[in-house]
Nanobody, 120 residues
Framework: QVRLVESGGGLVQPGGSLRLSCKAS????????MSWYRQAPGKERDVVAG????????NYADSVKGRFTISRDNAQNTVYLQMNNLKPEDTAVYYC?????????????WGQGTLVTVSS
């Protein structure tokens, strides 16, 4: 069974930090490029950051560059999103997304999301 389980969301004051985790199971994690998306109330789901299978390359939305860092640990089947200097506009449900690059397995998968609220 393919599963992506996010954790680490919560309430934080502006300027604060959070670290999101996404634990994968049920597929060969190292065959999947991983991304974080977010969806604010009343808005579309947008990509925040992505990382290749070997962590060789990362990319970020302009709105989070310099503040967020995506990383992964293939031994632990986990992808992370370190979020620093959080702003109220970062408030959203954050989703983990896996896209297959390797030879077989599910084409993609989504986590259930974790809520991040930035407010004083």
């Amino acid at each position: 069974q393919v599963r992506l389980v996010e954790s680490g969301g919560g309430l934080v004051q502006p300027g604060g930090s959070l670290r999101l985790s996404c634990k994968a199971s049920g597929f060969t994690f190292s065959w999947y490029a991983m991304s974080w998306y977010r969806q604010a109330p009343g808005k579309e789901r947008d990509v925040v950051a992505g990382i290749t299978t070997t962590s060789r390359s990362t990319n970020y939305a302009d709105s989070v560059k310099g503040r967020f860092t995506i990383s992964r640990d293939n031994a632990q089947n986990t992808v992370y999103l370190q979020m620093n200097n959080l702003k109220p506009e970062d408030t959203a449900v954050y989703y983990c997304y896996a896209r297959r690059v390797g030879p077989w397995g599910p084409s993609d998968a989504w986590g259930q999301g974790t809520l991040v609220t930035v407010s004083s």
